[in-house]
């Protein structure tokens, strides 16, 4: 008994790309697919994977069997910059296999940099405006393909020949940076054109030099930007031409003027005289560079403002009917050059005023100075904040036409839905929807909006089976684990934060620890993925032999004398425990005078 239609869903590993698996990592990445109807009793007994190659015959594999989940790449492994396009049949007890499934394409990525890492020599520095770097090549005629790899220090958005590169969004993203740090494939073949061609990127502090969890710290991973970028394309006759950060670029200065995630960013509309400047060559770790396991961060939804209304102070502030993550996007018109225009962003009111309090030191501020009375689009892009309200200065008569709510984070595919009769029920279930949806930021946190947003353990190893249930979030956390074992401490401690940023070593602490066992031991639950439990294993182990370690037994000293404590003076209360000091056994005990002063000695 055959199968009414071909498989669907053709992927590798768990990328959830539409198109193109651009950047894959693995040379040989696994396959899975799925039947999207099949006779009734039909059961799969085997499979045939074709791989076509832009080089050599087809690979034609048949294999008994009726998995069809991250099953083995039976070809030759991918070489760098390779494509491959694949397609799945399978067949049922009768041997009459099915259509073809349509094909997929996957294309590895790069290990054999030839850019460099550079810096901006004077500019860029912490305080200055953001850099825009710029590289030139000319080509010849009889283009065919074009790529560009990138990553930064810092955050970044590129321009080929005027026109945005990809629709990611706070590129490269937030890894251990000191041990991990990704870097994206692009297809820019109908960006470049015979002649030449001219690459901007532009360079944003972002979790690498901006301040950072909320001890107020700054520059956590270093005190200059940087950008890596090699741009190949390739030529009818075959050969390749390149692009390749080095000496030989440029550094300037941008019209964003400060750019922080917690504080907002400031941005110069007018066009003026920028300062330039000549880039360094900087040394860093190669061996760091991974590519991307999941999805990256992206524009996914956009909200009308619901309501724009003057508050009792003379406000004006926009209700978007829902809390979000990302930016605001406002039209403005008539503006005089010079004029300035600030929105501020929170999550709820307070007496009918925008509620900051909640944010505590986050400013969540976005400001801009108009280059004149044509309409313009304002709104950042290296910087995120986590709100439901707005408040706007100076637009005057602001529409609700005129402003939108971008909203913004790791572009997860849904696989899971609940609806029942009751309709609160429903909105509990959605809140908690939109809750992961604007804590998905790339790494898995506990808030959007104030001076935190850290990935913290506990969180996310209770949250994590909902989370595998709504969304496809194998390859988002598969690579957050990836960070976890890299930042586990010697003694199998896991911190509470990864990417680690308190960067405080501590005892090992139960619940935020155990994400290294429970959220891989969901992710195979969930996907069946053994490859991930065999990755993370050491990890999983070093934990548990941790926690072994200090439940064990300890016996009680005998041989040390008896602890005697000195006569107690009338005029001293009865003891207590310290309040500096959990209350727990072992615990210091303190004699406290009647007078409230502390006895000689006490803690």
């Known amino acids: 008994m055959s199968p009414a239609t071909a498989p669907a869903g053709v992927r590798f590993e768990h990328r959830t790309d539409d198109g193109p698996v651009l ?248 066009v003026g005289e920028r300062r330039t400047d000549t880039v360094d060559v900087i040394d860093a770790d190669f061996g760091r560079l991974v590519a991307p396991d999941g999805p990256p961060v992206r524009v996914t939804d956009v909200l009308p403002a619901r309501r724009v209304w003057t508050s009792p102070a003379g406000r004006t502030l926009v209700d978007f009917g829902q809390n979000v993550v990302g930016r605001v996007r406002l039209r403005v018109r008539g503006l005089a050059g010079g004029d300035e225009v600030v929105v501020r962003h929170a999550e709820v009111l307070e007496h009918d005023e925008l509620g900051v309090r909640p944010l505590r030191t986050a400013r969540a501020t976005d400001s801009y100075v108009s280059a004149g009375p044509d309409e313009a689009v304002l709104e950042p892009t290296l910087t995120f904040h986590g709100f439901r309200y707005a408040e706007v200065a100076g637009v005057p008569d602001l529409r609700a036409a005129d402003v939108e709510a971008v909203v913004i984070g790791s572009d997860l595919r849904r696989t899971g839905w609940f609806e029942s009769s009751h309709e609160l029920l429903n909105r509990f279930h959605e809140n908690v929807v939109w809750g992961m949806r604007g804590n998905f930021v790339d790494v898995p946190t506990d808030c959007p909006q104030r001076d935190e947003r850290l990935g913290w353990t506990g969180d996310i190893q209770v949250f994590s089976p909902t989370a595998s249930f709504l969304f496809d979030s194998a390859g988002f956390l598969g690579s957050w684990l990836a960070d976890l074992a890299a930042e586990q401490q010697k003694d199998g401690s896991v911190p509470f934060v990864i990417p680690d940023v308190i960067r405080r070593p501590g005892p090992a602490t139960a619940a935020w620890g155990d994400a290294a066992t429970i959220v891989p031991w969901v992710l195979h639950r969930r996907t069946g993925d053994l490859g991930l439990l065999e990755r993370q294993l050491p990890s999983m182990r070093a934990w548990v032999d941790r926690m072994a370690e200090l439940a064990r037994p300890r016996p009680i000293p005998t041989s040390s004398p008896p602890r005697t404590w000195p006569a107690r003076p009338r005029s001293w209360r009865r003891p207590r425990r310290c309040s500096a000091t959990p209350r727990a056994p072992g615990g210091t005990t303190c004699w406290r005078p009647r007078s409230g002063r502390r006895s000689p000695g006490s803690t």
């Open 23 to 270: 950047g894959m990592g693995n040379p040989t990445p696994r396959l899975s697919w799925h039947l999207p109807a099949a006779p009734e009793g039909f059961r799969q007994h085997a499979y045939q994977v074709e791989i076509g190659r832009s080089a050599g015959p087809v690979e034609l594999t048949t294999v008994k069997s009726a998995e069809q989940i991250l099953l083995p790449w039976p070809g030759a492994p991918l070489a760098a910059r390779e494509q491959a396009q694949v397609r799945v049949r399978v067949c049922g007890a009768d041997d009459d296999w099915s259509r073809w499934s349509a094909p997929a394409v996957v294309e590895r990525g790069i290990d054999d940099w030839t850019a460099r890492f550079v810096s901006p020599s004077r500019l860029g520095r912490e305080g200055m405006p953001a850099p825009v770097l710029t590289g030139r090549v000319h080509l010849p005629a009889g283009i065919v393909r074009a790529r560009l790899y990138a990553t930064a220090h810092g955050l970044y958005t590129a321009e080929l020949n005027g026109e945005r590169v990809g629709d990611q969004e706070l590129a490269p993203g937030w890894t251990s940076y000191q041990h991990r740090l990704r870097y994206q494939s692009y297809d820019v073949t109908g960006l470049v054109r015979p002649g030449e061609n001219r690459l901007d990127v532009l360079l944003g502090n972002g979790w690498w030099r901006g301040r950072l969890g909320f001890q107020g710290r700054r520059g956590l991973y270093g005190d200059r930007l940087a950008l890596l970028a090699q741009l190949e394309v390739t030529t009818a006759d075959g050969a390749v031409h390149r692009l390749v950060t080095d000496e030989s670029w440029t550094a300037a200065d941008s019209g964003v003027l400060a750019d922080d995630l917690y504080d907002g960013q400031r941005t110069d509309l007018r």
